[in-house]
């Protein structure tokens, strides 16, 4: 079935670091990949979203790029600031798997925390 | 962009008891709703997949005596808890594919608490 692997946290960094936070994913169709962040208490926001191999999302400074290659959705970003603590989850959609619409496969989530 | 309400955002209730938690979609039709629930420092798990008209689709390993889903229009789906027994007590997410299709609007959760 499909699997979504990311590092485990927490994982802290200094304000204005580089932040590289690792996800890989197995499926059996074409799926569309996703970054979520979730802050305390809050449900899920749409981070960024890639829909085919090579495409690049982005939003807000953060950056992933799909590599089908290496299975890879990997979350990027040049310089991070206190703001962005929070959750981050990688999640895939195998919408090309039969049986019609799906939910997504979430990974465990990355614990992210930036100290001033 | 897409909105999708959830309510209650957190309730509290008697063991025994039955919640019903819903989840709008505000400015699009979904035919198709997900229910997750998340532990606490852990990811969230698909419960079921709610069908406009039809019923719910669920996940190997959730009972579905115990939470019941119902899509009875493109904008509403419940999930209610019924019996709620302390370990239900859990964070609630709903969602719901955006008009494209290959995005998914989460609502903002619902804590339930069984005491």
């Known amino acids: 079935g499909d699997s979504v692997t990311q590092m485990e946290g927490p994982v802290t960094l200094s304000e204005e670091a580089f932040l590289t936070i690792n996800c890989t994913y197995t499926?059996?169709?074409?799926?569309?990949l996703f970054w979520y962040v979730q802050y305390p208490g809050e449900g899920l926001q749409l981070l960024l979203k890639?829909?085919?191999?090579?495409d690049k999302g982005s939003n807000k400074g953060f950056e992933a790029t799909y590599r089908k290659e290496t299975t890879s959705f990997h979350l990027e970003k040049g310089s991070v600031q206190v703001s962005d603590s929070a959750v981050y989850f990688c999640?895939?959609?195998?919408?090309?798997?039969?049986?019609?619409?799906?939910?997504?496969?979430f990974g465990k989530g990355t614990h992210l925390i930036i100290q001033p | 962009g897409a909105v999708v309400s959830q309510h209650p955002s957190w309730v509290i209730c008697k063991s025994g008891t039955s919640v019903k938690i819903e989840c709008r979609s505000l400015?699009?039709?979904?035919?198709?709703m997900f229910w997750y629930r998340q532990f606490p420092k852990q990811s969230l798990m698909l419960m079921a997949t709610?069908?406009?008209?039809?019923?719910?689709?669920?996940e190997q390993g959730v009972e579905k005596d115990k939470f019941l889903i119902n899509h009875a229009s493109l904008t509403l789906s419940t999930l209610t808890v019924t019996s709620a027994h302390p370990e239900d007590s859990s964070f609630y997410i709903c969602?719901?594919?955006?008009?494209?299709?290959?995005?998914?609007?989460f609502g903002s959760g619902t804590r339930l608490t069984v005491v």
């Open positions: 969602s719901a594919r955006d008009r494209e299709g290959y995005g998914y609007t």
């Open positions: 400015d699009f039709q979904a035919t198709t």
């Open positions: 890639a829909t085919k191999a090579d």
């Open positions: 999640a895939l959609s195998d919408i090309g798997r039969a049986g019609g619409a799906d939910g997504l496969t």
């Open positions: 709610s069908n406009e008209g039809s019923k719910a689709t669920y």
């Open positions: 499926a059996t169709g074409y799926p569309s």
